[in-house]
């Protein structure tokens, strides 16, 4: 009787010896014990491998791979080896398999989890080309925001707090404890005053930096502008006045609610409230301030007021509408509906008026032939609009600038009319405050509490 003899299949393909580390090699592996080999490995052909990248494998070993392996010196061929499965949901290019290098193809946000690159003797090489496979990302790196990112130039996100040509920071002023939601600079004054949810109000010294008065209020403090020697501070039920030159202070009683949104314009001072209505002031020497109105047309609160030529009054509100009113009589002459929800800021540029909204979109507003107010241009950003700025850059130019400010904690910067990038600004929260100060400074108000101090350069730059 025939005997059938059966013989096991004892080798596996496998690595016999773990990959060189990476993060060893440009000098930063900080894992205790590391599963990767910290030392040069001996093959030519090797090939270092992330610690993340998964693959899947077949049950059973297919000898088509050690075919490969044997055949390799022959001839090159464009192989995908059928024991690896290309990863779920990533775009992950074949590979062109030459016995004298791998080609690195530049990595997309799924890819940076599978880099491939080409083996070299030299440690310093390799990390040169480690660092340009990366395609660094216009958003900030969160892990490095908090000192915990271990990517150092290999990650692909910003390790900076802005990006882009034109501008400097200064200082960071960090007294508040909550959201500053006004900036101003009194005219004859040395001091920067700013405004915050924390319930004070405080004065900084321009030459030193340091906090030399704080006022402590009984509410939030939701607004905050100066006109002249005098600053304006919102706060429930109430607007608070101060004069920097006679010491006076005042308390403006009326509004209802929290005044969200301050203005001065025709030697009026208005105040947007959360019951829907502005509340109008005249200032005049005999009496400093008498109530002379109360304009209603919004059903939800007032966020932002901007005034404009022709003694034109703009308000946005939570009702997604932007009222037009007559400063000379305090009558509503227009509706604008061209936002779906919240409208957050206002700004009048030339004979333009922009308006920005939660719906995450800028609208851009000209006046037409029959005096109404239409839509020209919209810009779309990913993120809720909060608040808009804007100022000359320090170019021999002086080109307007916008500052957007959106709900991922950054400020966008464009060139108008063009809208083209001019950069970015990063911070822990949003921006909620913007002031313009002399000499190419700006001042930026963020919700942490942190006042950041800036500076256009005086080179002539490009924009993105």
Not at 136 to 143: A, E, L, R, T
Not at 297 to 313: E, F, N, R
């Amino acid at each position: 009787m025939a005997i059938i003899t059966t013989t096991k299949r004892t080798q596996r393909f496998h690595r016999t010896t773990p990959p060189t580390c990476k993060y060893w090699l440009a000098g930063r592996c900080n894992r205790n014990p590391c599963g990767f080999s910290h030392s040069l490995p001996t093959s030519p052909s090797n090939v270092y491998y992330n610690a993340n990248t998964t693959y899947k494998h077949s049950k059973k070993p297919d000898s088509s791979v050690e075919k490969m392996a044997s055949s390799s010196a022959k001839k090159a061929i464009n192989c995908t080896p059928k024991a690896f499965k290309k990863p779920e949901n990533c775009a992950l290019k074949a590979v062109e398999c030459r016995p004298e290098a791998i080609s690195v193809e530049k990595p997309s946000k799924c890819e940076e989890k599978a880099v491939l690159i080409e083996k070299t003797a030299d440690v310093e090489d390799v990390a040169t080309v480690a660092k340009a496979s990366v395609d660094k990302s216009h958003s900030i790196c969160k892990s490095w925001m908090t000192d915990n990112c271990v990517d150092g130039d290999l990650c692909q996100n910003l390790h900076s707090w802005f990006y882009g040509d034109g501008f400097s920071t200064l200082a960071k002023l960090h007294e508040h404890n909550e959201a500053i939601t006004g900036i101003a600079l009194p005219a004859g004054s040395n001091k920067l005053i700013s405004g915050s949810t924390d319930g004070t109000v405080r004065a900084w010294d321009c030459n030193t930096g340091h906090c030399v008065n704080m006022i402590q209020l009984d509410s939030q403090v939701t607004s905050l502008i100066s006109e002249g020697p005098w600053i304006f501070a919102g706060v429930k039920n109430a607007v608070k006045a101060w004069n920097i030159q006679t010491g006076a202070d005042v308390t403006l009683d009326g509004p209802k609610g929290q005044v969200l949104s301050l203005n001065v314009g025709n030697d009026i001072l208005l105040a947007g409230a959360e019951d829907g209505v502005i509340y109008a002031w005249r200032c005049s020497f005999e009496s400093p301030f008498k109530m002379v109105a109360t304009l209603s047309g919004h059903s939800k609160p007032v966020v932002c007021l901007a005034i404009g030529s022709h003694k034109m009054l703009y308000s946005g509100s939570m009702d997604h509408s932007i009222k037009v009113w007559d400063l000379d009589t305090l009558q509503c002459t227009m509706t604008l509906n061209g936002h779906t929800d919240f409208v957050t800021s206002l700004i009048c540029w030339d004979n333009y008026l922009l308006s920005g909204s939660s719906d995450c979109t800028v609208n851009v507003w000209v006046c037409t032939e029959e005096g109404t107010l239409e839509v020209t241009y919209t810009h779309t950003h990913e993120n809720a609009v909060i608040g808009l700025y804007g100022m000359t850059d320090a170019d021999a130019e002086a080109k307007p600038i916008l500052f957007c400010s959106c709900k991922d904690n950054s400020i966008r910067m464009y060139e108008l009319p063009t809208f083209l990038e001019r950069g970015r600004l990063f911070t822990r929260q949003e921006v909620r405050s913007f002031q313009i100060g002399p000499g190419g400074l700006f001042f930026t108000g963020d919700g942490t509490g942190l006042l950041n101090v800036w500076k256009w350069l005086e080179e002539a730059k490009v924009p993105t």
